[in-house]
């Protein structure tokens, strides 16, 4: 019964491998289910056959040729996983097998890779491309084979996509122990560099010197001359001659080659110790052969010229080998030796400056081609073997160039036209800044100006305006050491005590409008308007001052581009320079705060809404120019700061000012006093009743009392909180008018609150 099976086996294998591929499951030599499956990759056929000198069409033809060793090797893996199947070995589980017919060709060895790679339980023979293999599920688990190392190390750099286990049972090519290239494949046969030190061993003892090779013309072949060639030299072996062999011929094409390199082995042998001892006379001279093999003779050189139809042979001179010159007899001779440059015999044209020669495959070195010099490099010569390379710190060259060009040194320029078109904005800047100030000196006294917190404040923070403007001069030009260390110190200081200004008018403002007296008590003791101006400024002052004395800016030199030198102010700490950015940000977004409290004041008098504004503005504008800043190269970084500066300064001056100055010059009736109080009292008498109404919900939830009717008291203790809280708010929007007020507000409208 076995020997049935194995008749059967064999009968199905052979047909199935000497058939042409129509599916592939055509293609499969032997298999059987498992819950693990084994490949397998034998050379059962000698060769593929195809029908034409080369191949038309993409597919897989028969193949010829069975080899019965291969075939039992072949039988040997079938019955090792059924006696694994038979014993107790794996209980429970069963292993299963895939074996193909390589056909000893590695495009078939490749296509039954492929499809031990494709997916566990998936109809389609495909392979998917992904960047980590390491959830696959292979429908192989492990490949046996294939037998030749060529073929092995198709297969084995295919496997290493998903690292799956290579066991070779022949192959034994010396780089298939390179794990980094073959990190998957094992093999249960000696590497040949084994192999090759014990033949370089034998010829030692052999006291052997003078052999020859004889390889095969494959992967195998090819590497294991090379490596021999290594060894044998290390040892002092020269090699007589080397005989490569093809890889896969015929029975009667091998024995001819076998025979003609036998041959030859045998002719040189016998040929070798005769010439060596040779040695005869002419003419009183003595001939013999060097030790190189060479004869101790010269030569002469004659010229072959036609001269009315008959060719004659002239000589012109003897050649001296041990002396290595020409020795021409007469003056005429010499002459005709001299033309002799005027014709023309080269294997290559010569290159011309700005190239170099490169060598071709011919083993004549004047065999040459041009090629033009890379980037960077230079050649001034004719025939140079290799371009000069520039200084690319400071010199560069386009591609064929004869000379280096010294680089051009770059930095936002006066001329740039976006640094002319930022100079611009910044002057535009600067003259709102000095039209704001005229106006409010102008309208020194309206109650617009007077609500801004007074002309002091004004000229303080309008004067930091220009200096923010003014700033950005020293950002273009050719950077200096003095404009580095300025430029960053100028903006942050300057910038810090606008912030600072602005700061103490928001918390005025929520201090004036604030009917709460826990909140009240708390800010009148927060506010402190000198006070916060100068610390708030002064540790800014400190940071710069710090930044200046242990990390200054400093002018950089950067090569790194290849054409341009790119002036530039490094900033020496970056810690620093964030530091100083992140303060002033911390400041804008305390005066947010502030300004986001008071946004609800009234219409006429809502600065707070438009200091909260001006703050998203810088916030927005800085929080762009991050990414920005981190990303730009070259000459333009310091117009990336200019731009951000002039953005948050514009941003903050036009929500600061320019509604005032609107309503001064377009709104004057209620730039008045009689209007300002008027609102001021509207919006008073609006907070305290909504006071006076959530204290009253308050007493009739704790006290049970309802409000349907108030007492006559009751409205008493309203009317006197809501003229306490009046006053405080007439107290810190306008002192000089809080007399005034508690006359021209009428008493029987602040009663009926």
């Not at 059962?44 to 028969?62: A, F, V």
């Not at 021999?228 to 080397?242: G, M, P, R």
């Not at 609800?600 to 991050?626: C, H, Q, R, V």
């Not at 100055?661 to 509207?682: G, H, W």
């Amino acid at each position: 019964m076995a020997l049935l099976i194995i008749l059967i086996t064999c009968f199905m294998i052979i047909l199935a491998t000497s058939q042409p591929c129509q599916t592939p499951d055509d293609f499969v030599a032997a298999t059987s289910p498992g819950h693990i499956i084994i490949g397998g990759l034998f050379a059962i056929h000698e060769k593929m056959l195809s029908s034409e000198d080369y191949p038309r069409r993409p597919q897989i033809q028969k193949c010829v040729g069975f080899e019965i060793s291969v075939f039992l090797q072949t039988l040997a893996m079938i019955h090792s996983i059924e006696m694994i199947n038979n014993s107790t070995l794996l209980s429970g589980v069963k292993l299963g097998y895939e074996i193909y017919d390589t056909c000893t060709e590695v495009t078939v060895a490749m296509a039954a890779t492929l499809r031990f790679l494709s997916k566990f339980n998936c109809s389609k023979e495909t392979v998917e491309f992904k960047c980590d293999y390491s959830s696959c599920m292979p429908r192989v688990k492990a490949v046996i084979g294939s037998g030749y190392s060529e073929i092995t190390m198709a297969v084995s750099r295919m496997l290493n996509l998903q690292l799956m286990p290579q066991v070779g049972y022949e192959s034994t090519a010396e780089i298939l122990s390179d794990k980094i290239r073959f990190p998957s494949f094992l093999r249960t046969v000696p590497s040949d560099f084994h192999q090759i030190k014990a033949m370089v061993h034998l010829i030692q003892k052999s006291g052997w010197n003078w052999i020859g090779i004889i390889t095969t013309d494959d992967d195998y072949g090819r590497l294991a001359l090379n490596t021999f060639i290594i060894q044998a030299e290390a040892n002092n072996v020269c090699i007589a001659f080397k005989e490569v062999l093809p890889a896969f011929l015929s029975d009667n094409t091998i024995e001819v080659r076998i025979n003609q390199t036998l041959k030859k082995i045998i002719l040189e042998a016998q040929l070798l110790g005769v010439l060596k001892n040779v040695t005869f006379t002419d003419g009183g001279n003595s001939f013999h052969f060097d030790a190189h093999g060479d004869l101790n003779t010269g030569y002469d050189v004659v010229l072959w010229k036609e001269i009315n139809g008959h060719m004659t042979v002239t000589k012109m001179a003897e050649y001296d080998l041990q002396n290595d010159v020409f020795i021409i007899p007469d003056q005429e001779t010499k002459n005709e030796f001299r033309n002799l440059k005027q014709i023309q015999s080269k294997c290559s044209k010569e290159c011309s400056p700005g190239q170099m020669k490169k060598t071709t495959r011919s083993q004549h070195i004047c065999c040459y081609e041009c090629e033009n010099c890379p980037e960077n490099h230079y050649s001034n010569q004719t025939d140079m073997p290799h371009c000069l390379l520039c200084n690319n710190e400071t010199h560069w060259a386009p591609v064929r160039s004869t000379v280096c060009f010294e680089k051009e040194v770059e930095y936002l320029n006066w001329n740039d036209s976006l640094a002319i078109l930022l100079l611009i904005l910044s002057l535009l800047g600067i003259i709102f800044v000095l039209v704001v100030g005229i106006i409010f000196t102008r309208n020194l006294n309206t109650p617009v100006v007077k609500s801004s917190g007074g002309l002091r404040i004004c000229y303080v923070i309008l004067l930091c305006h220009f200096l923010n403007f003014a700033s950005t001069s020293f950002f273009i030009g050719e950077p200096q050491d003095f404009t580095c260390k300025t430029r960053q110190t100028l903006f942050g200081v300057s910038f810090t005590l606008c912030i600072s200004c602005i700061l103490t008018k928001s918390l005025k403002i929520l201090l004036a409008f604030s009917f709460d007296p826990k909140l009240q008590k708390f800010l009148k003791c927060l506010y402190k308007p000198i006070l916060i101006i100068f610390t708030c400024t002064g540790i800014q002052v400190v940071i710069c001052t710090l930044w200046l004395i242990f990390a200054a800016p400093t002018v950089e030199v950067n090569v790194s581009l290849p054409r341009v030198i790119i002036l530039e102010c490094e900033e020496g700490s970056i810690l620093a320079f964030g530091t100083m950015l992140g303060y002033i940000a911390i400041l804008a977004f305390i005066c947010f705060i502030f300004a986001f409290k008071g946004r609800k004041l009234p219409e006429n008098y809502n600065e707070a809404k438009f200091i909260t504004f001006g703050m998203l503005i810088y916030f927005i504008a800085w929080i762009t120019f991050i990414p920005i800043y981190a990303t730009t190269f070259g000459k333009y970084v310091p117009a990336v700061e200019i731009i951000v500066i002039l953005i948050s300064n514009y941003g903050i001056l036009c929500c600061t000012f320019f509604p005032k100055c609107y309503v001064i010059i377009c709104k004057q009736d209620i730039n008045t006093k009689s209007a300002f109080l008027k609102m001021i009292y509207s919006y008073s008498s609006h907070s305290v009743s909504s006071i006076a109404v959530s204290h009253a919900s308050l007493d009739s939830m704790n006290g049970n009392v309802t409000m349907t009717n108030l007492s006559s008291s009751g409205k008493s203790a309203t009317w006197q909180k809501s003229k306490d809280l009046q006053a405080q708010a007439f107290a810190h929007t306008c002192r000089e008018n809080a007399t005034s007020v508690s006359k021209t507000l009428p008493r029987k409208r602040i009663s009926s609150i």
